[in-house]
């Protein structure tokens, strides 16, 4: 079974910067894809950047291109999600998850697994 942890969310004002950390509970993740979504009140679950663990090939959303950036460490088998430059639209709960699928990941519905959330909050 995997699990996944995330952490590093908080209440930050427009302009300023956090960093995600999703902690992951197995040894390998070769064969995987991770992803952070987000998902604000009233709003669907959205996808926001992935990331292929083997080779760190990296895929963004448009809303965060150039703005955030996806990164593992396999040593430490973890996945971040640097936040910069942020926005009260990116306030929503955070969510890391695995797939166990090759390709372009956008849909939630690709994800195997998923952490609990860690809320993002961005202050005008």
């Known amino acids: 079974q995997v699990q996944l942890v995330e952490s590093g969310g908080g209440l930050v004002q427009t302009g300023g910067s956090l960093r995600l950390s999703c902690a992951t509970s197995r040894g390998s993740f070769s064969s995987y894809t991770m992803g952070w979504f987000r998902q604000a009140p009233g709003k669907e679950r959205e996808f926001v950047a992935y990331?292929?663990?083997?080779?760190?090939?990296?895929y963004y959303a448009d809303s965060v291109k150039g703005r955030f950036t996806i990164s593992r460490d396999i040593a430490k088998n973890t996945v971040y999600l640097q936040m910069n430059s942020l926005k009260p639209e990116d306030t929503a709960v955070y969510y890391c998850a695995a797939s166990r699928r090759a390709g372009i990941l956008q849909s939630s519905v690709l994800y195997d697994y998923w952490g609990q959330g860690t809320q993002v909050t961005v202050s005008a």
């Open positions: 990331i292929t663990w083997s080779t760190a090939s990296t």
